[in-house]
Every structure is written in structure tokens, then in C-alpha cells.
């Protein structure tokens, strides 16, 4: 009975300690997309060179994936991670897989847009409405992988665009083995989710609201993901029913992260930016 209560003030001393330690600020701002859009690729090198991310997600069945792969060789000290793709979302913008798996594709051999049913598509535009077979997205996410980590050896992590892990729990355990087989982390559940700006904020008002936000942080770590982009003409094209206007969206991402006044808050709280490669150390 004493060594069982002397364990359990030795457990609570060392868990104790540990918080101790992690009493600081710590944020990864991820930029999703990279590989998706010459706009994208653009934006999401900007705000690592002149901004507050850290971290970026490279989509491989993309058509500016080689794009991509060459602005990241050129940025070695850019976190990269595999943001494992099943869907192809937009309207006018369509991305196939890298390997045969019928399962996964419409009848045009495009991946569904959807990952679950949306009221805005038309029945069987997801892979929920779908007969997917687990082998075939098994190698189509080692295709990507394999394609990826060619390119860039140094990738850190692997992610899952529009959380299609949550799909299933067979899906979410093969991307666990996945990244287990080829030593990568996943995206880790330890970080809390940073609120940013929230959906009812108008685009001119995200900076402001992203500061705020920034000085009500408490210590721990932080996870906030967004998708930056450049408002072109290319980017008018892109879009589906319920987003539309994607191009000034992920302009205005792109411009509060590479924000002085949020480069100022951010040195001014005392936050440290992290990435994944940093919590895999």
C-alpha cells in the first residue's frame, strides 16, 4: 500500500513537472493546399518567407504539384507534410487519381468532390455514397506518399484533405500504419484548435480579429490550418455551390498571415511558431 501511494505522488509530480515546462505559447500555423493552384503554390511560399507559417501541406494528384516540388526544394527549411487527397471539390477544376481504383471515381475517372453527402451535390458526388474498397485506397494513398517523399525526402507528416480519415475508422488506422511504415507523424491531437477569426467575420476584419484572438491565448499549443491563395484570374474559376468566392477568401488568408501588425502581436504575446517537424523532435 505505501509504495502504491508513493507511485501515485511520484505520477503526479512528474505529470506536475511536465506542465510546468509547457507553460508557454506555442502556435503552428499550417498552410493547406500547396500543389493545388498556381495561386496557392504562390501564396503558401510567401507566407513561410514573409509570414507566420511553418508548416505547409503538399497535394500530389494536383496539376501544380511540380510547381510545388520545386518552390519547397528551394525553401529546405519549410515543413512539409502529404496532404493525402480523395476528392476533387471544385466545379471547374477536376484531379484524378494517381493509381486505378474505381472505387474512388466518378464516371469521368475524377475523384467525388465530396468526402460525405452534401446537400448541394447531387446524390452519389461522395465517397460515403460510394462501394470504396479499402485496398484500392490503400494504394493510391501509398502512390502519393511514394511521389511525394521522391521528390522532398525531407517531408515530416502526412494530413488528410477535408478529413476523409474520418470517414471510417479502418481508413483512419491504414493512415496510422501508413505513416508508421514510412516514418512520418500524423496530424498530432495533442494541439488544441486556435479559433483565428471564426466564420461571421468579414474578410477586412480578419487581421483585427486574428490579433485579438492572439492575446487571449492562454499556454499550451496551438493548431490553426487555412488555405492562402492569390486573388488571379485563375482563381475566379475556382469554386462549388456554397463557396464560391474562394479567390478573395484565401487572399485575405494570405494577407493576415503575412500581416506586420500580426508578425507584432505574435513577438508582442511572447508566441513561439512551431511546426510538425519541431513536435516530431
Known amino acids: 500500500m505505501k509504495n502504491l501511494v508513493l507511485s501515485l505522488i511520484f505520477g503526479l509530480t512528474v505529470s506536475f513537472g511536465f506542465s510546468q515546462q509547457n507553460e508557454e505559447f506555442q502556435l503552428l500555423i499550417r498552410a493547406d493546399d500547396i500543389g493545388s493552384f498556381h495561386a496557392a503554390n504562390k501564396s503558401c511560399i510567401e507566407v513561410y518567407k514573409n509570414g507566420i507559417a511553418r508548416s505547409v501541406e503538399l497535394m500530389p494528384p494536383c496539376a501544380w504539384f511540380t510547381e510545388a516540388v520545386e518552390m519547397l526544394a528551394e525553401n529546405p527549411g519549410y515543413d512539409v507534410g502529404i496532404h493525402l487527397t480523395l476528392t476533387s471539390e471544385w466545379s471547374n477544376v477536376k484531379w484524378r487519381p494517381?493509381?486505378?481504383?474505381?472505387?474512388?471515381?466518378?464516371?469521368?475517372?475524377?475523384?467525388?468532390?465530396?468526402?460525405?453527402?452534401?446537400?448541394?451535390?447531387?446524390?452519389?458526388?461522395?465517397?460515403?455514397?460510394?462501394?470504396?474498397?479499402?485496398?484500392?485506397?490503400?494504394?493510391?494513398?501509398?502512390?502519393?506518399?511514394?511521389?511525394?517523399?521522391?521528390?522532398?525526402?525531407?517531408?515530416?507528416?502526412?494530413?488528410?484533405?477535408?478529413?476523409?480519415?474520418?470517414?471510417?475508422?479502418?481508413?483512419?488506422?491504414?493512415?496510422?500504419?501508413?505513416?508508421?511504415?514510412?516514418?512520418?507523424?500524423?496530424?498530432?491531437k495533442e494541439l488544441q484548435r486556435f479559433t483565428g477569426w471564426g466564420n461571421d467575420i468579414p474578410p477586412e476584419k480578419r487581421i483585427d480579429k486574428f490579433c485579438e484572438n492572439l492575446k487571449k491565448l492562454t499556454p499550451g499549443k496551438y493548431l490553426f490550418i487555412e488555405h492562402p491563395a492569390k486573388n488571379t484570374a485563375e482563381m475566379e474559376t475556382v469554386g462549388h455551390i456554397g463557396y464560391e468566392n474562394v479567390g478573395e477568401d484565401r487572399e485575405w488568408v494570405t494577407?493576415?498571415?503575412?500581416?506586420?501588425?500580426?508578425?507584432?502581436t505574435i513577438q508582442q504575446k511572447g508566441i513561439k511558431l512551431i511546426s510538425y517537424a519541431d513536435l516530431k523532435q
Open 98 to 188: 494517381l493509381t486505378h481504383c474505381p472505387s474512388l471515381v466518378d464516371e469521368d475517372g475524377y475523384f467525388y468532390p465530396m468526402v460525405w453527402k452534401n446537400s448541394n451535390f447531387p446524390q452519389n458526388s461522395s465517397i460515403s455514397e460510394s462501394d470504396w474498397k479499402l485496398e484500392e485506397i490503400e494504394q493510391e494513398l501509398r502512390a502519393q506518399i511514394e511521389l511525394s517523399v521522391k521528390h522532398l525526402p525531407h517531408i515530416s507528416h502526412l494530413s488528410s484533405h477535408m478529413g476523409f480519415t474520418g470517414l471510417d475508422p479502418k481508413i483512419n488506422d491504414l493512415v496510422n500504419k501508413l505513416a508508421k511504415e514510412y516514418g512520418l507523424e500524423v496530424d498530432t
Open 255 to 264: 494577407r493576415v498571415f503575412t500581416s506586420p501588425k500580426v508578425k507584432q
